[in-house]
Each structure stands twice: as C-alpha cells, then as structure tokens.
C-alpha cells in the first residue's frame, strides 16, 4: 500500500536510521562456494570438512575454517558418512577429456588374488589409457595410502609423471599421502563415481593360485 509519504519521513516516524534503510550489502554471493563444495563431494564422498577447506584453498578461495564448515553443514553433507559408500550419488566431472598422448591421463586400481596357503595379495595395477602401457603391477599383503605413494614415485622416475590419475574411493586413494604427493607433482586425482571402476580391466580375484613351488 502507498501511504503517499516520503522515506525521510517515514524513518522518522519509525525512529529509524534512513542510511539503515538504503544500506545495501557489499558480501558476495556465497551460491558459486555451495557449488564448488558439492562438486568436490561428490567426486570425493569420503572427504570431510577439513580436506574440503584444503581444497578450496587451494584453488584460490579465500576462506576461513569456520565458513567452509558452516556451508558443508547446511548442505547436510555431514550426513554422507551415515548411509553406505556405494549409496551415495557422485556424477562425472563435465570437463573429463579422453587422453591425447602418452602420460596424459593413468589409470589405477587392485586386482586381488590369493596364495595356495590362503593368504590374499592386493595388487595395485597402473595403465596409460592411451598406450595401454601399464608401468606397474606391484604386488603386497597389505597396501596403505604410503604405499602407494612409493609405487608411483618408483615409476614416475622412470615414465614421468601423468597429468591426471582416475582412481576410485577407495581408502587407499583419498589418503593425505596420496593427495600431497598429487599436489607437489603437479598431478590431478580424477575421483570415478562410486560403482564404477577406472580400469577396464576386472578386479575380481583370479582363478590361478600361486603356492611356495609356483
């Protein structure tokens, strides 16, 4: 309704500040931050608050501890640990590009398989997807975010480093170890969706056993 008074007049009325009424406020939108939060959860669905804050920092937000929880909490993204991993959503990344040249984009996983004693074997397979070059088959008992580490760096010596990495997200992969090393490098992790596997390749156990005579 137009009471046919001027603004002045009203805030005088009201006993309010008319620089209140016409202040207009100078912060940013905060909808592109929520946008580039979901997007690395849903690539990276095991990663908490804090690895989050981490990567924003690194992609040149600038922004404190308190606000990138803040947000994570708002979108209920606290809740993803409550449920399964193979529940949760995850689409692709728009930008996947198919590689162009050797050490352009690698590929890696386990492949499983088991000794005549019973004993299981995790075996971390490599593959360049565009030469089908697999640099590495390392074969361990046990296999930790380190491990992996010191696999890549052993091969990248000799092959140079990728550009890009698709992986699962498996423990293995989302480890601190594995990140810094992909960051000092210079190298981008490229999280599949849960459910999908990065290599063609299956990752199910083989039929043949090795035993002590093998």
């Not at 005088?12 to 946008?35: C, M, N, V, W």
């Amino acid at each position: 309704m137009d009471w046919g008074i001027s603004i002045r007049r009203a805030c005088q009325a009201l006993k309010f500040d008319t620089s209140t009424y016409h202040y207009k406020s100078r912060r940013t939108g905060q909808a592109p931050l929520e946008i580039r939060i979901k997007e690395i959860c849903e690539t990276r669905v095991r990663y908490g608050y804090r690895r989050v804050h981490v990567h924003l920092r690194r992609n040149g937000w600038k922004i404190n501890m308190k606000k990138t929880r803040r947000i994570y909490s708002e979108l209920g993204l606290q809740l993803r640990n409550k449920h399964p991993k193979r529940r949760v959503k995850a689409k692709l990344r728009d930008d996947r590009q198919t590689a162009v040249g050797p050490n352009d984009v690698w590929a890696m996983d386990f492949v499983h398989d088991q000794l005549a004693t019973g004993k299981k074997l995790r075996i971390l397979t490599v593959v360049d997807t565009h030469s089908r070059y697999c640099p590495a088959t390392d074969a361990r008992f046990t296999y930790r975010g380190e491990d992996v580490v010191q696999t890549l760096e052993s091969i990248c010596k000799g092959t140079g480093y990728p550009k890009t990495i698709r992986v699962d997200n498996g423990s293995e992969f989302i480890s601190r170890d594995l990140d810094l090393w992909a960051y000092a490098n210079n190298v981008t992790l490229d999280f599949s969706r849960p459910g999908n596997r990065p290599i063609t390749a299956s990752s199910r156990p083989s039929t043949a056993s090795f035993g002590p005579n093998a």
